[in-house]
């Protein structure tokens, strides 16, 4: 059973401007989020010019975008578990270094990408 709401254009406008409220928000509150995006702004066309064919530039910006996923669904993990309440308890402890984790592993995923594709 479909759920009840919008559909067709008005649906999808409604997701652009939830995307576009969630991008707001990580910018506005995480600071390594502002960071990458820098460096996402260096890396990107630097990773069109650099990769020889399609491939190579899809793989170069491709990683480039990954360290921006992981790091907004770091940010919703962090929200989520901060929403519930900000006590020590070790699980929200655990909820928030794995999502520290990913991001550190998108982050070496990105480098080590970068070293291969332009060193090899």
């Known amino acids: ?17 939830y995307s576009l409220q969630g991008f707001r928000a990580c910018w ?15 890396l990107f066309p630097l990773g069109l010019y650099l990769g020889e064919g399609g491939a190579e530039k899809a793989i170069l910006t491709g990683t480039c975008l990954l360290v921006l996923i992981v790091e907004v669904l770091n940010s919703a993990i962090e929200a989520a578990v901060d929403r519930i309440g ?35």
């Open 86 to 120: 900000h006590e020590k308890h070790e699980l929200s402890g655990i909820a928030k270094d794995l999502g520290s984790a990913a991001v550190f592993l998108s982050l070496c995923a990105t480098a080590l990408t970068w070293l291969l594709v332009l060193l090899f």
């Open 1 to 17: 059973m479909a759920k009840p709401g919008q559909t067709g254009i008005a649906r999808i406008i409604s997701a652009a401007r």
């Open 28 to 42: 506005r509150m995480e600071a390594a989020f502002r960071q990458e995006v820098a460096l996402v702004l260096v």
